[in-house]
């Protein structure tokens, strides 16, 4: 074989995975302008309710598994069985931290306020439904997505690309939250009067706090150094889209 048919021949999977990869994006983005058009219209709230959970644990298993592919196809010197490894127990460290920390949020309102959850996202520990471990590291995941695309942070040091995540993750909470509630997945218990901001500030403090420690742990254990999937990319946006459409709904 020549050089240029292996050029031909290892230039096909990158093709086909990124033939695969527009369609995943085709399809995340479908999914969640449908959302936003059903809260528009006003039609099957019942079973947008019943996938609000589903939807957000699949996103973020989605992505996780998407990187982990890219890891393992990236076995190098620097992507070693270590780091894919070190990539899995920090999900599950964000996983239970975050759920960690939003039970004793609840019970307390010490951490982001006085707030509690409704029944809407199921199953549920404690008035604290699991799906919101899944929520915090799928919004991680695609912060870090973004973050990784902001070519002037690429040769920046580690606290300065952990400082980009947590800005991302706070305005990511910032258009959330009035969204949330009109959905009523949580309701705050400190009123703020405000129709964008209906959070305390204590809240979005706290989400960049701890944003920032997760994002800069990870760094420091080499871990995002290797591109993420664009799926992780679009699902910062493709959620935030959500996010606008169902601002516009009926209230």
């Known amino acids: 074989m020549d050089t240029t048919q292996r050029i031909s021949a290892a230039s096909k999977p990158q093709t086909t ?10 399809l995340l983005y479908f999914l969640m302008f449908a959302g936003g058009l059903w809260h ?9 309710r019943l996938l609000a959970a589903p939807m957000v644990f699949l996103l973020t298993l989605w992505i996780a598994f998407r990187y982990d592919q ?33 039970f004793i949020g609840v019970k307390t309102g010490l951490i982001f306020g006085h707030y509690y959850y409704t029944d809407v996202w199921i199953p549920a520990f404690r ?52 969204v949330a509630v009109k959905l009523n997945y949580w309701q705050w218990l400190d009123k703020t009067g405000h129709s964008f901001f209906v959070a305390p500030l204590q809240n979005y403090f706290a989400w960049f706090v701890i944003s920032y420690v997760l994002a800069f742990g990870a760094m420091r254990q080499g871990l995002f150094a290797e591109k993420m999937p664009r799926v ?20």
Not at 149 to 158: D, E, H, I, S
Request: net charge neutral; with cysteine; glycine share 4%.
């Open 17 to 26: 995975l990124l033939t695969a990869e527009n369609l995943e994006i085709t």
């Open 127 to 178: 008035g604290v439904p699991f799906a919101i471990s899944f929520a915090w590291l799928g919004m991680l995941l695609t912060s870090f997505g973004l973050m990784q695309r902001l070519a002037l942070l690429q040769t920046r040091p580690v606290w300065m690309r952990a400082l980009a995540v947590a800005v991302l993750m706070t305005i990511f909470d910032v258009f959330m939250e009035p």
């Open 40 to 48: 528009i219209l006003d039609v099957l709230q019942t079973a947008m």
């Open 232 to 251: 992780a990319l679009h699902g910062y946006w493709a959620q935030l889209l959500y996010f606008a459409m169902v601002a516009l709904g009926k209230s």
């Open 70 to 102: 890219t890891l393992r196809q990236h076995r190098t010197e620097t992507v070693t069985p270590t780091i894919t490894a070190r990539f899995h127990w920090w999900n599950v460290i964000v996983a239970i931290s975050c759920y960690s920390l939003e």
